[in-house]
């Protein structure tokens, strides 16, 4: 139930606080199956507010945009590590992947501490990487099984092993070939034949296209192989898993022109004692009459196949292979997500609880996402009931089941990313007790608990009549000030990347920066996002450029209609494919006044031509493959509407946005006399992932648009980068 924005505000008004609020009830989800037992309970929770006027003593007055915060942008960059996956080891110690911005964003595998005796460790060597490039998003970049870790390097993009119980150095297992050529992601060990079976990316063939296929590497330390094909012929592949006794081997493929989650096909093949893959069968995606996008086959302890897939409600729900019947049958059918769209490798949405001892023996442990917000579950694939876990966090990732222990990766709006283990046997009043073995943030966030912003997920109208998108909004706060009154916090809306993606409201230090010092933030979660079905996602579909343009401007003019923001200071920004929003929405429509592209696109035709085979089809979805369309929806190509400041980010390595992009819409602006900043990073691909230019990223933005267009001097002392057409 969504509580209307426009009535709580005036039954506030009505009343003597000078606080304003919003409020959000919390339910369960409805379900068309019986047997759904809920751990919550539906809660009123504050949603937003912020403040002008008279407040307690003490309390500094100052234009909104010109606080100071304690979040500076040092420790916004330097705190926050990335999660790459985890698993467990052999004797059930936790094993995960983290970057780290304070080393140039290089990626470790650690190993969690063993009770109280040890401490967590590096198994990865300095000079050593993991990171794959498969699809050039990677993820499922390492394996572990027993007491081995099988792990992609980032410089050379081989294969290695490597003990995980004791300081050793890594053994290569593919050959090397001279150049980062041949790509290897998402691989399980085969122990009944001693090998690795994997996906592999062979570039090779010069002036031809990538060939994507299932390999078997042979785990033989002392001596290189050539790796042996096992599933080839389609464009791609992904989840190769073996099934316990490794006699059967299940995966997932596609082809052009569709990406994973618009139609993909679920296989299963036997495995012969030669190692060859025979009688191999489409269970699901195979019919050209049902529509779905099957993914993450996963087999349980007892050797039955479970996958997710949206064939019946256009949802991701979890199904199971009924062999003597030759068919899939849904386990719970509900209008909620069960797992997220593959643009990395590695997803793992559910799992198996496999401790016998355990009164949920055989049960599936498992997250889903609805309207904004995850829940863990346990589903019972035999009654078909589906038990809630009570846990306080909003965002579950990734998780995995070991005994009696679930590992969850997961946040809330005061909890960074962590990874929480979970005892499913110790509670107590029906709450389950968990501990935080792994923060994504080296601080402590407790002290900084008075300068954070609540976020409020609020649903708007679109320019479609009857139709609303969602956001999740961040009201200016910041415990040691308040503006004067009658004054409205200038506003930046966010456009996500992907563009199939979702924002979610886990804690983001990089919006508390801004959140902090006084803005409003608004991340919008426009027509075409994931996590609320696949009518929803396919919006965007022949539309990108108009509804994500349109969504945009339309969550800043619904915040400026009902009060909470300044007309006068709007302001957009975007990353990637969000970086293409922020540019459109700049060249075709007038709502903000300012805006910053982070490697953003801004020519579609030369994305077409430039983009990895991974998404090379992308554009002919999302826009069509009419040339003039593309050419139309292109925003590099109509700069000449441009009629505001903007600042662009650009690294120099990035195969997805190649910098030339940046730097014909830098001299395209700069020529038409409009104020505009370029700043490139060397060594900088895809996304920053050094700390320094995190850092320099978060500063010049803010700079740029206080100077430009919000009538404010911020309070940090940050050097400005020249502005063309603005600065002498």
């Known amino acids: 139930m969504w509580v209307s924005l426009c009535s709580c505000m005036q039954a506030f008004a009505r009343g003597s606080s000078p606080l304003w609020r919003i409020w959000r009830i919390s339910e369960?989800?409805?379900?068309?199956?019986?047997?759904?037992?809920?751990?919550?309970?539906?809660?009123?929770?504050?949603?937003?507010?912020?403040?002008?006027?008279?407040m307690d003593k003490g309390v500094e007055e100052a234009r909104f945009g010109s606080w100071k915060s304690p979040l500076t942008a040092d420790l916004v960059a330097s705190s926050g590590k990335q999660l790459g996956g985890m698993a467990v080891d052999g004797e059930g110690c936790l094993i995960w992947l983290e970057s780290r911005p304070t080393d140039a964003g290089r990626a470790v595998l650690v190993r969690g501490p063993i009770g109280s005796v040890t401490a967590a460790r590096d198994i990865t060597p300095a000079d050593f990487y993991v990171r794959t490039l498969v699809h050039e998003y990677g993820g499922g970049a390492f394996t572990v099984d027993g007491d081995i870790a099988v792990f992609s390097n980032y410089t050379d993009q081989r294969l290695y092993v490597q003990s995980i119980k004791e300081d050793s150095q890594p053994t290569p297992l593919t050959p090397d070939y001279g150049e980062s050529l041949v790509r290897y992601a998402d691989g399980v060990v085969d122990r009944r034949l001693n090998r690795y079976v994997a996906v592999r990316e062979d570039h090779r063939l010069k002036g031809k296209e990538v060939?994507?296929?299932?390999?078997?590497?042979?785990?033989?330390e002392d001596r290189i192989t050539e790796p042996e094909v096992l599933?080839?012929?389609?464009?791609?592949?992904?989840?190769?898993?073996?099934?316990?006794?490794?006699?059967?081997?299940?995966?997932?493929?596609?082809?052009?022109?569709?990406?994973?989650?618009?139609?993909?096909?679920?296989?299963?093949?036997?495995?012969?004692?030669?190692?060859?893959?025979?009688?191999?069968?489409?269970?699901?995606?195979?019919?050209?009459?049902?529509?779905?996008?099957?993914?993450?086959?996963?087999?349980?302890?007892?050797?039955?196949?479970?996958?997710?897939?949206?064939?019946?409600?256009?949802?991701?729900?979890?199904?199971?292979?009924?062999?003597?019947?030759?068919?899939?049958?849904?386990?719970?059918?509900?209008?909620?997500?069960?797992?997220?769209?593959?643009?990395?490798f590695g997803n793992s949405?559910?799992?198996?609880?496999?401790?016998?001892?355990?009164?949920?023996?055989?049960?599936?442990?498992?997250?889903?996402?609805?309207?904004?917000?995850?829940?863990?579950?346990?589903?019972?694939?035999?009654?078909?009931?589906?038990?809630?876990?009570?846990?306080?966090?909003?965002?579950?990732?990734?998780?995995?089941?070991?005994?009696?222990?679930?590992?969850?990766?997961?946040?809330?709006?005061?909890?960074?990313?962590?990874?929480?283990?979970?005892?499913?046997?110790?509670?107590?009043?029906?709450?389950?007790?968990?501990?935080?073995?792994?923060?994504?943030?080296?601080?402590?966030?407790?002290?900084?608990?008075?300068?954070?912003?609540?976020?409020?997920?609020?649903?708007?109208?679109?320019?479609?009549?009857?139709?609303?998108?969602?956001?999740?909004?961040?009201?200016?706060?910041?415990?040691?000030?308040?503006?004067?009154?009658?004054?409205?916090?200038?506003?930046?809306?966010?456009?996500?990347?992907?563009?199939?993606?979702?924002?979610?409201?886990?804690?983001?230090?990089?919006?508390q920066y801004w959140t902090s010092r006084g803005w409003a933030f608004a991340d919008v979660n426009y027509g075409g996002s994931t996590g609320y079905g696949r009518e929803y996602r396919e919006r965007l579909y022949g539309s990108w450029g108009i509804v994500d343009v349109e969504d945009c401007c339309s969550c800043a003019e619904f915040l400026v209609a009902t009060g909470k923001v300044d007309a006068q200071r709007l302001c957009i920004d975007g990353r990637s494919a969000g970086g293409y929003t922020t540019l459109a929405t700049l060249v075709f429509q007038n709502t903000f006044k300012a805006g910053a592209s982070l490697y953003g696109i801004g020519d579609l035709l030369l994305l077409m031509e430039d983009i990895p085979k991974f998404e090379s089809h992308c554009v002919s979805s999302l826009v069509g493959d009419d040339h003039q369309i593309i050419y139309d929806r292109s925003p590099i190509n109509f700069i000449d509407k441009l009629s505001c400041p903007i600042i662009v980010f650009q690294g120099l390595e990035d195969k997805v946005v190649p910098p030339k992009q940046a730097r014909d819409i830098y001299e395209a602006v700069k020529a038409k006399g409009i104020p505009v900043a370029l700043i490139e990073y060397d060594g900088e691909q895809h996304g920053f992932r050094k700390a320094e230019n995190v850092k320099y990223t978060l500063e010049q933005e803010m700079v740029f648009f206080a100077r430009l267009i919000g009538n404010f001097k911020v309070a940090d002392n940050i050097k400005p980068t020249h502005i063309e057409n603005f600065d002498c």
């Not at 199956?33 to 919550?40: D, N, P, Q, R």
């Not at 060939?211 to 033989?220: F, K, P, R, T």
């Not at 969850?408 to 007790?433: F, M, R, T, W, Y």
Request: contains cysteine; proline residues 8%.
């Open 211 to 220: 060939v994507n296929e299932i390999v078997a590497i042979q785990l033989h």
């Open 349 to 511: 949405s559910y799992d198996f609880i496999k401790q016998k001892t355990n009164e949920h023996y055989n049960s599936v442990v498992c997250s889903y996402r609805q309207l904004g917000s995850s829940y863990a579950a346990i589903l019972n694939p035999f009654s078909g009931s589906l038990s809630q876990i009570n846990l306080p966090f909003t965002d579950i990732h990734d998780m995995l089941s070991w005994g009696d222990c679930l590992f969850l990766e997961c946040a809330s709006p005061s909890q960074p990313v962590c990874i929480i283990k979970v005892n499913l046997e110790k509670h107590s009043d029906g709450e389950i007790e968990y501990s935080v073995v792994w923060s994504s943030s080296s601080l402590d966030i407790s002290k900084f608990g008075p300068y954070l912003s609540t976020p409020t997920i609020i649903e708007f109208p679109t320019k479609v009549p009857g139709q609303t998108a969602f956001a999740n909004f961040y009201p200016p706060y910041n415990c040691d000030y308040r503006a004067p009154e009658g004054e409205k916090p200038p506003l930046l809306v966010r456009s996500h990347g992907g563009p199939t993606s979702e924002t979610r409201t886990s804690l983001n230090l990089g919006i």
């Open 231 to 344: 599933v080839s012929g389609n464009d791609f592949y992904s989840f190769p898993r073996l099934s316990p006794d490794f006699c059967k081997l299940a995966w997932i493929e596609w082809c052009h022109p569709n990406m994973p989650w618009d139609r993909a096909q679920l296989w299963v093949g036997e495995v012969s004692s030669d190692g060859k893959i025979r009688n191999k069968r489409c269970l699901a995606g195979g019919e050209k009459s049902i529509v779905e996008a099957p993914t993450e086959p996963r087999w349980s302890p007892q050797g039955e196949l479970f996958f997710v897939s949206d064939r019946d409600n256009g949802f991701w729900n979890l199904y199971k292979w009924v062999e003597i019947e030759d068919k899939a049958h849904p386990l719970y059918t509900l209008n909620a997500e069960f797992t997220r769209p593959a643009w990395e």
């Open 28 to 54: 369960v989800g409805s379900s068309s199956s019986s047997g759904i037992k809920s751990l919550t309970q539906a809660a009123f929770r504050p949603c937003f507010t912020f403040s002008t006027g008279a």
